[in-house]
């Protein structure tokens, strides 16, 4: 029996295989979505329950077309990292840098268009705590929900510059652009949820 | 089958989930204009919201790959959405019933 086996009791099934099959980094990012789900459920529910329980909340949104263009792009980088990774399993590194370019534009083109549509709110007198159309809670609620989305979708962009750099130079593979884009998927996922409850349930009829 | 039928084949898969995701996205926008109470719209969205993530999950996050995962997500995911389903009724309290509500 080897020193490891001792020191686990004799059980050498102690040291089996990653959990669900896959590899210890996937799991981790699949751990960290599970915690983030939570995390944007628990926004959404406090935004709801504020929502239901104002008699005067505020329907300020006239216009779907930035929304409907954001969610746009944003399905299509998810569809873009998909091919991204699709490339560098197939070993096409060119093609698999070039998809995930394309899904880092994507991301920044969307973050450009939720600044423009902040900055328009922010100009109609729009801030944390207040605003023209009904209670105050709105402001906070709307930049704390959109700000956080938007916070993953900077950290995603920053992280898929690095990671394309990084596999460009050989010191990340095709597991790392698989693992990034659970990540990239999952703001895609969130912002799903965020369209219906955050804008389409707020606009002005 | 060679790797090159094999990833035509998956980009096809993936090219009709990205129609389908892009068609029910359509879907909510069309039920946002609907002349239905503000509790219609909600429940029929987020259906709608909850179908698109599932391809998503299954499809692009290839969770259908790994059933251990899978049911892994779907208890936890049943999990929060009981959990949400508690915090919505709690606020219908809060606004016929708290003081502070109005």
Known sequence: ?205 | MTTEMQKSGGMKKDMVVYVCILALAAIQFVIAYQSIDGLQMFVRMLIVAAVEAGLALVFFMQLSENRGLLWFVAIFTVFVLLAMQYGWTDSFRLSAGAPWSK
Request: include cysteine; charged fraction near 10%; glycine fraction near 10%.
């Open chain 1, 1 to 205: 029996m080897s020193q490891a086996e001792m020191t686990m009791g004799g059980h050498s099934g102690v040291t089996a295989g990653p959990a669900f099959s896959i590899p210890t980094k996937k799991l981790a990012m699949w751990l960290f979505i599970i915690a983030d789900t939570a995390t944007f459920a628990a926004c959404l529910v406090a935004y709801g329950f504020i929502r239901n329980a104002t008699p005067n909340w505020p329907r300020p949104f006239h216009s779907i077309t930035n929304v409907a263009l954001m969610t746009f792009i944003l399905v299509t980088s998810s569809l873009t990292m998909l091919m991204g990774v699709r490339a560098a399993r197939a070993g096409d590194k060119s093609g698999a840098l070039r998809w995930t370019f394309v899904t880092a534009a994507a991301g920044i083109i969307f973050a450009l268009l939720h600044v423009r549509e902040w900055l328009a709110l922010i100009g109609e007198g729009m801030t944390l705590f207040k605003n023209p159309w009904g209670t105050g809670l709105f402001g906070a609620a709307f930049f704390g929900i959109t700000g956080l989305h938007l916070t993953h979708v900077t950290a995603g962009v920053i992280a898929l510059i690095v990671v394309g750099i990084r596999y460009k130079g050989g010191r990340y593979n095709a597991d790392d652009l698989d693992i990034l884009g659970l990540y990239w998927h999952f703001v895609d996922m969130v912002w799903m949820f965020v369209v219906p409850l955050v804008y389409l349930l707020n606009l002005a009829h």
